[in-house]
């Protein structure tokens, strides 16, 4: 089984794409100040600046990446260190979908009430959002892994960051995702990236219609960015 092919997907809003555009990374929350748009409400956001990861682990380093804050804020830069910083909690790092099933896209596409989202996301159109597809080993090669099997900041959440353990259980749920069966086993897990993500580990930027297409579109080329934008309504639909 490709483990390190499996395709896994970065969720923001549109509104929030430019600022990561210009940088040219995904970064941490911890990274910088507030997204123009925040799809967490607060007391989510806070839960996740202090849940702490299975062990601490060694994050990008900024200044090879070329970023020194938060890809989606368009804070000024600050000065960056060539030193890897260490990942401390799941606000350390950059989350991913295992599958464009995930519950909380879900849950945000139907409109069902989780307090994970804020009130903005909660009465926002899937339209207004933007799927960023990469694959496991292209995310492993910028930045450590670490594996939740449910929500990352829900304390008796179970998580590993011990790359032998993170592909096997990946193995393992692939697996039982290619069964039989509606529920995804891949649904309700998080899989964060230690430290800030470049963009050109990302292959496809999924949208939900033409608009939406022109518009990522028009930011990737002011931002000299060539990431292939194609619109694809069953990753939008609200199931």
């Given at each position: ?27 941490p929350s ?16 806070e ?16 200044a ?89 900041s ?33 649904a309700?897990?998080?899989?964060l ?42 990753w939008?639909?609200?199931?």
């Amino acid at each position: 089984m490709d483990v390190a092919g499996h395709r896994i997907f970065h969720l923001t809003h549109v509104r929030n794409f430019a600022a990561i555009a210009e940088s040219g990374a995904l970064a941490p929350s911890t990274a910088g100040g507030e997204p123009e748009f925040d799809l967490s409400a607060p007391q989510h956001r806070e839960q996740r600046r202090t849940a702490t990861l299975p062990e601490t682990v060694t994050a990008a380093d900024t200044a090879a990446i070329g970023v020194a804050v938060s890809a989606e804020t368009g804070a000024d830069a600050a000065a960056a260190s060539h030193e890897p910083a260490a990942a401390h909690t799941v606000a350390d790092c950059v989350p991913f979908f295992a599958t464009p099933e995930s519950s909380l896209w879900n849950d945000l596409r139907t409109g069902a009430p989780d307090p994970r989202l804020s009130a903005a996301a909660r009465s926002s159109s899937a339209s207004d959002y933007v799927l960023l597809a990469t694959t496991v080993g292209e995310v492993e090669k910028a930045a450590t892994l670490v594996l939740a099997l449910d929500e990352a900041s829900a304390p008796t959440t179970p998580m590993t960051a011990d790359p032998v353990a993170v592909r096997r259980e990946l193995r393992r749920l692939i697996s039982l995702d290619a069964g039989d069966g509606e529920d995804s086993p891949l649904a309700a897990v998080e899989i964060l990236a230690a430290g800030p993500v470049p963009l050109e580990v990302v292959s496809l930027i999924g949208v939900a219609n033409s608009k939406a297409r022109d518009e990522v579109k028009a930011v990737l080329r002011d931002a000299g960015l060539d990431i292939r934008v194609a619109v694809y309504p069953p990753w939008f639909g609200r199931g």
